[in-house]
């Protein structure tokens, strides 16, 4: 040894290093081949559950991987559906606006969805982009809470450009992934939690026998305030798959399945035209 140069020392230890790695190598491989099979599924959920916490979600892209975070996600969703969902006021008894709720565009032409306790106090009103607009109700579901109305301007303005929200699929929901609401006086205040639970009922078909769940209501950890009542319920891919109802003389919060929005909105589609103008 105390012949070699320094350069024959650095090749023999990294000689010596690449021989003990492949020798550990060759013995873990032949240890897991003779293992159980029990033990391995178990290394192997360990590995995949470390690799979960470590590595974020990852888009490929042509030359390149872009890593994705949920806070990324979470901030793409709020910017796309903020500027469909409108604070929605009435009237008080001294003249002032008092908050009550929030809507949701559904179209470009001005139709929201929002709960129908909103309209306890009388008219609802909006406003955008500085110019007020009245809310009229067009359908109301017989066994949903939720409304379809129509925003209205008061005065003769420069029609608003209404950006409508994308809807996503309930049936497709997941209890622990992440829900995002937006509400608040100004219809744009974030809250974000997870899918708590969902309430479903199954149906069978007397014919075919096939069982069919149901999705009646959404249930999430972030507890909201009334003036938050028929907020958009959003998930991380910036799709509405539901809406946020309140009844606070009792307490009650449900998640209404964007599924009722759909029945209202495909009502009103299959009224003749006169009817939808009126």
């Known amino acids: 040894m ?24 060759i013995v873990v491989v032949t240890l897991m081949q003779q293992a159980p099979g029990a ?3 178990t290394i192997t959920n360990v590995v995949e559950r470390t690799i979960e916490k470590i590595t974020p979600t990852f888009v490929d892209k042509p030359g390149a991987t872009v890593v994705i975070k949920d806070e990324d996600l979470i901030v793409s969703a709020v910017e796309e559906n903020s500027k469909s969902t409108v604070a929605l006021k009435y009237i008080g008894a ?13 179209s470009t032409d001005g139709l929201i969805i929002t709960d129908k306790k909103n309209f306890d106090n009388g008219l609802l009103s909006a406003t955008i982009n500085g110019a007020i607009y009245t809310v009229d109700i067009v359908k109301s579901g017989d066994d949903s809470p939720l409304v379809l109305g129509r925003l209205m301007p008061v005065a003769s303005t420069t029609p608003a450009v209404f950006i409508p929200v994308t809807f996503g699929n309930p ?24 899918i708590t639970s969902l309430d479903t009922h199954t149906t069978t078909d007397k014919e075919t026998k096939v069982e069919t769940t149901i999705l009646d209501g959404v249930v999430l950890s972030q507890r909201l305030g009334g003036i938050s009542n028929g ?25 209404v399945p964007v599924t009722e929005a759909i029945k209202l909105i495909d009502a009103v589609k299959a009224l003749p035209a006169a009817r939808k103008a009126q």
Do not use: W
């Open 39 to 41: 033990v391995n599924q």
């Open 171 to 194: 049936g497709a929901l997941k209890v622990g992934q992440t829900a995002l609401t937006l509400g608040g006086r100004d219809a744009k205040t974030v809250a974000s939690g997870i």
């Open 231 to 255: 907020a958009p319920i959003i998930t991380l891919d910036g799709n509405v798959i539901g809406f946020v109802s309140l009844d606070e003389s009792i307490g009650s919060q449900v998640g």
């Open 94 to 106: 001294e003249g002032n606006r008092v908050a009550m709720g929030v809507g949701t565009v559904v």
């Open 2 to 25: 105390e012949h070699l140069t320094k350069a024959q020392i650095v090749l023999l230890t990294l000689f010596v290093s690449f021989v003990a790695s492949m020798a550990t190598g």
